[in-house]
């Protein structure tokens, strides 16, 4: 397709298991990023990556959380011992460089932790 | 980081123009200032940007105040589609990485 794409859609998933958020950034953009919106919160930005590297992981919310990208395309968000507070939408957004500012993002990635 | 203060809500009616105000009096001289706009259960969507000079393209106008501590996007005519949370963010690089800090934006509503 043209645009960012990203699954699954919606994931519902019970306390304390593993969740992985798949990201398909537009072919050709070099970069891509992984933000979180929390229920009627704004977007909280995670990590970047330039390429397959990450060089800046702060932003992650805890070591549970961890991202990898491969090839320079494909991105994958996973969440280990998921807890309720993970729940929120999850944003994957790319850029044909990573210095400019026009960010393409896809649908997002629904997670609800019962 | 450069802070930016838009107002939380704003309303208006279908077919008139819209202007967005955003205050961002901390910005740098680098940085461009970007909006986006978030519809009901999407991504967010690039709108427009620019560093000084006023910008037009085919969904708004930005206009940037002279000495830069604010602006205002321009919708206009507003659509029904137009209704959407509007953020302006100031893009700035910090360590050779750009980021985009997303605050809580401007709910716009648009009456029929």
């Known amino acids: 397709g043209a645009g960012v794409s990203q699954s699954p859609s919606n994931k519902v998933t019970e306390k304390g298991k593993d969740v992985e958020l798949r990201c398909d950034p537009i072919?050709?953009?070099?970069?891509l990023y992984w933000y979180r919106q929390s229920l009627g919160q704004g977007l909280e930005f995670l990590i970047y990556?330039?390429?397959?590297?990450?060089?800046?992981k702060s932003g992650l919310p805890s070591d549970r959380f961890s991202a990898e990208r491969t090839g320079g395309s494909v991105s994958t968000l996973t969440i280990q011992r998921t807890q309720q507070e993970d729940s929120a939408v999850y944003l994957c957004?790319?850029?044909?460089?990573?210095?400019?500012?026009?960010?393409?993002f896809g649908e997002g990635s629904r997670l609800t932790v019962l | 980081d450069a802070k930016t203060t838009q107002p939380n809500s704003m309303e208006s009616n279908e077919e008139e123009p819209v202007h967005l105000p955003c205050n961002h009096s901390?910005?740098?001289?680098?940085?461009?200032i970007h909006w986006y706009r978030q519809l009901p259960s999407q991504g967010p969507e690039y709108v427009i940007h620019?560093?000084?000079s006023n910008v037009n393209n085919r969904m708004a106008s930005l206009a940037i105040a002279e000495d830069r501590k604010s602006s205002t996007l321009i919708l206009h005519r507003a659509t029904l589609r137009d209704a959407a949370v509007y953020y302006c963010?100031?893009?700035?690089?910090?360590?050779?990485?750009?980021?985009?800090?997303f605050g809580q934006g401007t709910r716009l509503t648009i009456n029929p």
């Open positions: 957004a790319s850029s044909l460089h990573l210095n400019t500012g026009e960010l393409f």
């Open positions: 072919s050709g953009h070099t970069a």
């Open positions: 990556f330039q390429g397959n590297s990450a060089p800046d």
């Open positions: 901390t910005i740098s001289g680098t940085d461009y």
């Open positions: 620019g560093l000084t």
């Open positions: 963010i100031p893009y700035y690089i910090i360590q050779g990485a750009q980021k985009l800090v």
